[in-house]
Protein backbone atom coordinates (compact mmCIF):
# COMPACT_ATOMS: atom_id res chain seq x y z
CA UNK A 1 0.00 0.00 0.00
CA UNK A 2 1.33 3.41 -1.00
CA UNK A 3 1.74 6.11 1.59
CA UNK A 4 -0.24 8.98 1.48
CA UNK A 5 1.30 12.01 -0.40
CA UNK A 6 2.68 14.35 1.75
CA UNK A 7 2.64 18.04 1.50
CA UNK A 8 6.12 19.73 0.40
CA UNK A 9 7.97 21.15 3.91
CA UNK A 10 9.85 24.51 3.09
CA UNK A 11 13.38 22.94 3.60
CA UNK A 12 11.85 21.35 -0.41
CA UNK A 13 12.08 24.50 -1.79
CA UNK A 14 15.32 25.63 -1.97
CA UNK A 15 16.00 28.56 -5.25
CA UNK A 16 17.53 31.39 -4.06
CA UNK A 17 15.13 33.19 -6.12
CA UNK A 18 12.57 31.93 -3.73
CA UNK A 19 13.70 35.06 -1.49
CA UNK A 20 11.67 38.01 0.00
CA UNK A 21 14.47 40.43 -1.62
CA UNK A 22 12.49 39.31 -5.10
CA UNK A 23 8.70 39.30 -3.35
CA UNK A 24 9.33 43.06 -1.86
CA UNK A 25 10.48 44.45 -4.95
CA UNK A 26 7.69 42.33 -7.09
CA UNK A 27 5.15 43.32 -4.83
CA UNK A 28 5.64 47.06 -4.82
CA UNK A 29 4.57 47.17 -8.59
CA UNK A 30 1.59 44.58 -7.76
CA UNK A 31 0.83 46.89 -5.42
CA UNK A 32 0.75 49.73 -7.62
CA UNK A 33 -0.73 48.26 -10.36
CA UNK A 34 -3.67 46.76 -7.57
CA UNK A 35 -3.90 50.62 -6.52
CA UNK A 36 -4.50 51.97 -9.87
CA UNK A 37 -6.81 49.24 -10.53
CA UNK A 38 -9.15 49.62 -7.03
CA UNK A 39 -9.14 53.98 -8.14
CA UNK A 40 -10.40 53.52 -11.29
CA UNK A 41 -12.57 50.71 -10.24
CA UNK A 42 -14.07 53.21 -8.19
CA UNK A 43 -14.24 55.71 -10.81
CA UNK A 44 -16.33 53.42 -13.09
CA UNK A 45 -18.52 51.69 -10.22
CA UNK A 46 -19.37 56.20 -9.69
CA UNK A 47 -19.86 57.03 -12.68
CA UNK A 48 -22.72 54.05 -13.21
CA UNK A 49 -24.39 55.34 -10.76
CA UNK A 50 -27.94 56.35 -11.69
CA UNK A 51 -28.42 59.42 -9.22
CA UNK A 52 -25.06 59.71 -7.40
CA UNK A 53 -24.87 62.16 -4.92
CA UNK A 54 -21.95 64.01 -6.28
CA UNK A 55 -23.29 65.16 -9.81
CA UNK A 56 -20.17 63.01 -11.97
CA UNK A 57 -18.56 65.61 -13.87
CA UNK A 58 -19.17 66.33 -18.21
CA UNK A 59 -15.54 67.38 -18.37
CA UNK A 60 -13.08 66.21 -19.85
CA UNK A 61 -15.17 64.46 -22.65
CA UNK A 62 -12.00 61.64 -22.44
CA UNK A 63 -11.80 61.51 -18.23
CA UNK A 64 -13.47 57.87 -18.21
CA UNK A 65 -11.46 56.73 -21.44
CA UNK A 66 -8.41 57.37 -19.16
CA UNK A 67 -9.42 56.29 -16.29
CA UNK A 68 -11.23 53.11 -17.85
CA UNK A 69 -8.17 52.15 -19.93
CA UNK A 70 -6.17 52.11 -16.91
CA UNK A 71 -8.18 50.20 -14.88
CA UNK A 72 -7.68 46.94 -17.58
CA UNK A 73 -4.26 47.60 -18.66
CA UNK A 74 -3.17 47.72 -14.83
CA UNK A 75 -5.08 44.38 -14.05
CA UNK A 76 -3.42 42.76 -17.42
CA UNK A 77 0.19 43.81 -16.13
CA UNK A 78 -0.93 42.79 -11.97
CA UNK A 79 -1.18 38.81 -13.90
CA UNK A 80 2.47 38.26 -14.64
CA UNK A 81 3.53 40.38 -11.41
CA UNK A 82 0.91 38.41 -9.69
CA UNK A 83 2.24 35.37 -10.75
CA UNK A 84 5.91 35.49 -9.59
CA UNK A 85 5.13 37.07 -6.53
CA UNK A 86 3.08 33.47 -5.98
CA UNK A 87 5.76 31.92 -6.79
CA UNK A 88 8.80 33.80 -4.72
CA UNK A 89 6.18 32.93 -1.39
CA UNK A 90 5.07 29.39 -2.08
CA UNK A 91 7.42 28.14 0.46
CA UNK A 92 5.87 30.20 3.31
CA UNK A 93 2.31 28.25 2.79
CA UNK A 94 4.20 25.22 3.90
CA UNK A 95 5.75 26.75 7.65
CA UNK A 96 4.66 25.42 10.95
CA UNK A 97 2.64 27.61 12.85
CA UNK A 98 4.70 28.40 15.84
CA UNK A 99 1.76 27.42 18.24
CA UNK A 100 3.66 28.22 21.59
CA UNK A 101 4.36 31.62 20.97
CA UNK A 102 1.71 33.81 21.11
CA UNK A 103 2.56 36.60 19.39
CA UNK A 104 4.50 34.87 16.49
CA UNK A 105 1.26 32.68 16.25
CA UNK A 106 -0.91 36.31 15.36
CA UNK A 107 1.54 37.15 13.34
CA UNK A 108 1.78 34.45 11.15
CA UNK A 109 -2.14 33.84 11.19
CA UNK A 110 -3.17 37.89 10.22
CA UNK A 111 -0.18 36.88 7.37
CA UNK A 112 -1.08 34.06 5.98
CA UNK A 113 -4.75 34.82 6.37
CA UNK A 114 -4.60 38.10 3.95
CA UNK A 115 -2.16 36.03 1.59
CA UNK A 116 -5.03 33.58 1.04
CA UNK A 117 -7.70 36.28 1.22
CA UNK A 118 -5.62 38.53 -1.01
CA UNK A 119 -4.60 35.61 -3.92
CA UNK A 120 -8.40 34.05 -3.21
CA UNK A 121 -9.84 37.64 -4.42
CA UNK A 122 -6.95 38.53 -6.90
CA UNK A 123 -7.63 35.58 -8.80
CA UNK A 124 -11.13 36.08 -9.09
CA UNK A 125 -11.02 40.01 -10.22
CA UNK A 126 -7.96 39.25 -12.83
CA UNK A 127 -10.17 36.38 -14.27
CA UNK A 128 -13.66 37.99 -14.32
CA UNK A 129 -12.16 41.00 -15.52
CA UNK A 130 -10.51 39.63 -18.32
CA UNK A 131 -13.44 37.45 -18.99
CA UNK A 132 -15.83 40.85 -18.67
CA UNK A 133 -13.64 42.06 -21.42
CA UNK A 134 -13.87 39.03 -23.45
CA UNK A 135 -17.54 39.67 -22.92
CA UNK A 136 -18.31 35.75 -22.22
CA UNK A 137 -19.99 35.45 -18.98
CA UNK A 138 -20.38 31.68 -17.63
CA UNK A 139 -21.75 32.94 -14.32
CA UNK A 140 -25.45 33.45 -14.11
CA UNK A 141 -26.22 33.59 -10.59
CA UNK A 142 -24.28 37.15 -10.03
CA UNK A 143 -23.90 40.46 -11.07
CA UNK A 144 -20.12 41.39 -12.47
CA UNK A 145 -20.61 44.63 -11.71
CA UNK A 146 -21.74 44.62 -8.13
CA UNK A 147 -19.58 41.40 -7.58
CA UNK A 148 -16.64 42.73 -8.86
CA UNK A 149 -17.10 46.03 -6.81
CA UNK A 150 -17.35 44.20 -3.60
CA UNK A 151 -14.59 41.77 -3.83
CA UNK A 152 -12.38 44.49 -4.60
CA UNK A 153 -12.75 46.14 -1.10
CA UNK A 154 -12.11 42.53 0.20
CA UNK A 155 -8.71 42.34 -2.09
CA UNK A 156 -7.11 45.61 -1.06
CA UNK A 157 -8.21 45.16 2.76
CA UNK A 158 -6.21 41.86 2.57
CA UNK A 159 -3.35 43.90 0.71
CA UNK A 160 -3.40 46.84 3.17
CA UNK A 161 -2.81 43.98 6.29
CA UNK A 162 -0.62 42.13 4.29
CA UNK A 163 2.00 45.18 3.95
CA UNK A 164 1.22 46.01 7.66
CA UNK A 165 2.32 42.56 8.87
CA UNK A 166 5.44 42.29 6.22
CA UNK A 167 6.47 46.06 6.75
CA UNK A 168 9.98 45.66 8.54
CA UNK A 169 10.43 42.95 6.32
CA UNK A 170 9.71 44.68 3.17
CA UNK A 171 11.50 48.05 4.24
CA UNK A 172 14.55 46.09 5.19
CA UNK A 173 14.95 44.02 1.87
CA UNK A 174 14.33 46.78 -0.30
CA UNK A 175 16.62 48.87 1.15
CA UNK A 176 19.44 45.74 0.85
CA UNK A 177 21.11 44.97 -2.11
CA UNK A 178 18.50 42.38 -4.13
CA UNK A 179 21.57 39.66 -3.63
CA UNK A 180 21.50 39.79 0.44
CA UNK A 181 20.79 36.71 2.50
CA UNK A 182 19.64 38.21 5.51
CA UNK A 183 15.88 37.03 5.35
CA UNK A 184 16.13 33.94 3.20
CA UNK A 185 15.31 30.58 4.43
CA UNK A 186 18.75 28.32 5.19
CA UNK A 187 17.94 25.96 2.49
CA UNK A 188 17.77 28.60 -0.14
CA UNK A 189 21.03 28.18 -1.57
CA UNK A 190 20.13 26.59 -4.87
CA UNK A 191 21.54 29.49 -7.81
CA UNK A 192 18.96 29.61 -10.59
CA UNK A 193 18.61 29.89 -14.40
CA UNK A 194 18.64 34.11 -13.65
CA UNK A 195 19.78 35.94 -10.93
CA UNK A 196 17.39 37.69 -8.41
CA UNK A 197 17.72 41.11 -10.48
CA UNK A 198 17.44 39.10 -13.86
CA UNK A 199 14.30 37.45 -12.64
CA UNK A 200 12.47 41.05 -11.30
CA UNK A 201 13.88 42.41 -14.81
CA UNK A 202 12.09 39.77 -16.78
CA UNK A 203 8.60 39.90 -14.39
CA UNK A 204 8.91 43.80 -15.57
CA UNK A 205 9.77 43.18 -19.20
CA UNK A 206 6.42 40.46 -18.94
CA UNK A 207 4.25 42.89 -17.63
CA UNK A 208 5.16 45.65 -20.26
CA UNK A 209 4.64 43.59 -23.22
CA UNK A 210 1.22 42.34 -21.73
CA UNK A 211 0.03 46.18 -21.14
CA UNK A 212 0.90 46.54 -25.01
CA UNK A 213 -0.24 43.46 -26.57
CA UNK A 214 -4.00 44.86 -24.84
CA UNK A 215 -3.38 48.53 -24.50
CA UNK A 216 -4.25 49.21 -28.40
CA UNK A 217 -7.77 48.86 -27.44
CA UNK A 218 -7.50 52.48 -25.47
CA UNK A 219 -4.39 53.80 -27.68
CA UNK A 220 -5.24 53.48 -31.23
CA UNK A 221 -0.93 54.16 -32.51
CA UNK A 222 -1.12 50.58 -30.09
CA UNK A 223 -3.42 48.55 -32.07
CA UNK A 224 -1.14 47.11 -34.82
CA UNK A 225 0.80 45.44 -31.55
CA UNK A 226 -1.83 44.60 -29.44
CA UNK A 227 -2.95 41.67 -30.42
CA UNK A 228 -5.13 40.90 -27.75
CA UNK A 229 -7.02 43.91 -27.68
CA UNK A 230 -10.60 42.92 -27.67
CA UNK A 231 -11.55 45.75 -29.76
CA UNK A 232 -9.75 47.46 -32.65
CA UNK A 233 -11.81 49.73 -34.01
CA UNK A 234 -12.93 48.31 -37.64
CA UNK A 235 -16.40 49.11 -37.62
CA UNK A 236 -18.56 51.64 -39.16
CA UNK A 237 -17.25 54.67 -38.38
CA UNK A 238 -14.08 53.29 -36.76
CA UNK A 239 -15.49 52.86 -33.37
CA UNK A 240 -16.44 49.42 -32.52
CA UNK A 241 -19.61 47.67 -31.60
CA UNK A 242 -20.73 45.72 -28.28
CA UNK A 243 -24.23 44.84 -28.96
CA UNK A 244 -25.45 44.34 -32.47
CA UNK A 245 -28.99 45.00 -33.50
CA UNK A 246 -29.33 41.38 -33.94
CA UNK A 247 -27.98 40.58 -30.44
CA UNK A 248 -30.53 43.44 -28.73
CA UNK A 249 -33.50 42.00 -31.13
CA UNK A 250 -34.36 45.42 -32.48
CA UNK A 251 -33.49 44.62 -36.37
CA UNK A 252 -37.64 44.95 -37.02
CA UNK A 253 -38.11 47.68 -34.50
CA UNK A 254 -35.48 50.22 -35.76
CA UNK A 255 -36.33 49.84 -38.75
CA UNK A 256 -39.82 50.52 -38.72
CA UNK A 257 -41.10 53.01 -40.58
CA UNK A 258 -43.79 53.74 -37.38
CA UNK A 259 -40.57 54.52 -34.95
CA UNK A 260 -41.35 56.98 -33.20
CA UNK A 261 -39.09 59.18 -29.98
CA UNK A 262 -41.64 60.10 -27.38
CA UNK A 263 -41.08 62.76 -25.23
CA UNK A 264 -42.47 62.47 -21.76
CA UNK A 265 -42.73 65.21 -19.23
CA UNK A 266 -43.90 64.23 -15.97
CA UNK A 267 -46.17 61.42 -17.21
CA UNK A 268 -47.75 62.99 -20.19
CA UNK A 269 -46.14 62.43 -23.79
CA UNK A 270 -45.11 65.90 -24.84
CA UNK A 271 -44.07 65.00 -28.32
CA UNK A 272 -44.04 62.63 -30.43
CA UNK A 273 -41.06 62.47 -33.13
CA UNK A 274 -40.61 60.82 -36.49
CA UNK A 275 -36.81 60.25 -37.78
CA UNK A 276 -37.58 63.37 -40.33
CA UNK A 277 -38.77 65.70 -37.72
CA UNK A 278 -35.05 64.96 -36.20
CA UNK A 279 -33.51 65.75 -39.21
CA UNK A 280 -35.32 68.93 -39.30
CA UNK A 281 -34.57 69.77 -36.42
CA UNK A 282 -30.40 72.07 -35.88
CA UNK A 283 -28.03 69.87 -36.13
CA UNK A 284 -24.78 69.92 -34.42
CA UNK A 285 -21.47 67.58 -34.38
CA UNK A 286 -19.43 66.46 -31.25
CA UNK A 287 -16.39 64.76 -31.27
CA UNK A 288 -16.54 62.35 -28.36
CA UNK A 289 -15.14 59.27 -27.29
CA UNK A 290 -17.00 55.94 -26.64
CA UNK A 291 -15.30 54.42 -23.86
CA UNK A 292 -16.49 50.98 -22.72
CA UNK A 293 -16.27 49.31 -19.41
CA UNK A 294 -14.50 46.39 -20.85
CA UNK A 295 -11.65 49.08 -21.36
CA UNK A 296 -11.22 49.60 -25.09
CA UNK A 297 -12.46 53.15 -26.30
CA UNK A 298 -12.61 55.03 -29.65
CA UNK A 299 -13.11 58.78 -31.48
CA UNK A 300 -16.03 59.42 -32.99
CA UNK A 301 -17.87 62.48 -34.68
CA UNK A 302 -20.80 62.38 -34.06
CA UNK A 303 -23.76 65.09 -35.50
CA UNK A 304 -27.30 64.90 -34.21
CA UNK A 305 -29.77 66.80 -32.31
CA UNK A 306 -28.92 68.37 -29.35
CA UNK A 307 -30.30 66.73 -25.82
CA UNK A 308 -31.12 69.99 -24.70
CA UNK A 309 -32.50 71.75 -27.48
CA UNK A 310 -35.20 68.73 -27.97
CA UNK A 311 -36.26 68.32 -24.12
CA UNK A 312 -36.43 72.39 -24.11
CA UNK A 313 -38.79 72.40 -27.16
CA UNK A 314 -40.91 70.08 -25.68
CA UNK A 315 -41.37 72.10 -22.28
CA UNK A 316 -39.03 69.94 -20.46
CA UNK A 317 -37.66 71.66 -17.04
CA UNK A 318 -33.83 72.13 -17.34
CA UNK A 319 -32.28 70.65 -14.36
CA UNK A 320 -33.82 67.26 -14.03
CA UNK A 321 -32.88 63.80 -14.89
CA UNK A 322 -33.78 62.17 -18.09
CA UNK A 323 -34.58 58.21 -18.04
CA UNK A 324 -33.70 57.20 -21.58
CA UNK A 325 -34.81 54.04 -22.94
CA UNK A 326 -33.95 51.73 -25.86
CA UNK A 327 -35.78 49.51 -28.30
CA UNK A 328 -33.32 46.68 -27.39
CA UNK A 329 -35.78 43.86 -25.56
CA UNK A 330 -33.80 42.97 -22.49
CA UNK A 331 -30.56 43.92 -20.70
CA UNK A 332 -29.59 46.14 -17.44
CA UNK A 333 -29.33 48.92 -19.44
CA UNK A 334 -32.25 49.18 -21.54
CA UNK A 335 -33.55 52.00 -19.43
CA UNK A 336 -30.93 54.14 -18.38
CA UNK A 337 -30.62 57.67 -16.11
CA UNK A 338 -28.90 60.27 -17.50
CA UNK A 339 -28.41 62.81 -14.68
CA UNK A 340 -29.57 66.56 -15.55
CA UNK A 341 -25.48 67.95 -15.79
CA UNK A 342 -24.93 65.63 -19.03
CA UNK A 343 -28.94 66.46 -20.42
CA UNK A 344 -27.74 70.00 -20.29
CA UNK A 345 -24.02 69.66 -21.54
CA UNK A 346 -24.55 71.27 -25.31
CA UNK A 347 -21.97 67.94 -26.29
CA UNK A 348 -25.11 65.53 -25.17
CA UNK A 349 -26.56 64.91 -28.59
CA UNK A 350 -29.06 62.05 -30.31
CA UNK A 351 -27.03 61.35 -32.36
CA UNK A 352 -27.93 60.15 -36.16
CA UNK A 353 -24.51 60.79 -37.83
CA UNK A 354 -21.27 59.05 -37.27
CA UNK A 355 -18.28 60.40 -38.95
CA UNK A 356 -20.43 62.09 -41.68
CA UNK A 357 -22.63 59.23 -42.17
CA UNK A 358 -25.96 58.04 -41.64
CA UNK A 359 -25.69 55.89 -38.07
CA UNK A 360 -25.55 52.21 -38.84
CA UNK A 361 -28.41 50.28 -37.54
CA UNK A 362 -25.43 48.67 -35.36
CA UNK A 363 -24.50 52.10 -34.16
CA UNK A 364 -28.01 52.46 -32.52
CA UNK A 365 -29.89 53.61 -35.74
CA UNK A 366 -32.30 55.82 -36.13
CA UNK A 367 -30.83 57.65 -33.53
CA UNK A 368 -28.42 56.77 -29.86
CA UNK A 369 -27.31 58.85 -27.34
CA UNK A 370 -23.79 60.16 -26.50
CA UNK A 371 -22.86 62.14 -23.82
CA UNK A 372 -18.99 63.55 -22.58
CA UNK A 373 -17.52 61.51 -19.76
CA UNK A 374 -19.74 58.54 -19.86
CA UNK A 375 -19.37 55.07 -19.91
CA UNK A 376 -20.55 53.09 -22.97
CA UNK A 377 -22.90 51.07 -21.41
CA UNK A 378 -24.81 54.12 -20.74
CA UNK A 379 -24.61 55.57 -24.57
CA UNK A 380 -27.80 54.36 -24.74
CA UNK A 381 -28.54 53.25 -28.77
CA UNK A 382 -31.69 52.78 -30.52
CA UNK A 383 -33.20 54.98 -28.03
CA UNK A 384 -37.33 55.46 -28.27
CA UNK A 385 -38.23 57.36 -24.60
CA UNK A 386 -36.93 60.04 -22.91
CA UNK A 387 -39.01 60.99 -20.20
CA UNK A 388 -38.30 63.65 -17.79
CA UNK A 389 -39.86 63.12 -14.24
CA UNK A 390 -40.26 65.73 -10.83
Known sequence: ??????????????????????????????????????????????????TPPIPFPTSPSWGYRVTQGLHVTSGVAAIPLLLVKLWSVLPKFFERLPLRDHRRLLLAVLERGSIGVLVAAAIFQLATGLLNAAQWYPWTTFSFRTTHFAIAWVAIGALVVHVAVKLPIIRDVLTSDIEASDHDRATATTPGALSRRGLVRTTFAAAGVAVLATAGGTVPWLRKVSVFATRTGEAP????????ARAAGVEESAMSGDWRLEV??????????????????PQHTADL??????????????????????????????????????????????????????????????????????????????????APNRPGVLQTKWVTRLEVGT
Open 1 to 50: MKAPLAPPTPEQFTSRLRSPAVAARVGVWLGVSFGICFVTGLVSHYAQLP
Open 237 to 244: GGVPINKS
Open 264 to 281: LVDGVVAASLAYDDLRAM
Open 289 to 370: PIACVEGWSAQGSWSGVRLADLLGAAGAPADRDVTVTSLQESGPYRVTTLPAGFAADPRTLLALDLSGDRLALDHGYPCRLI
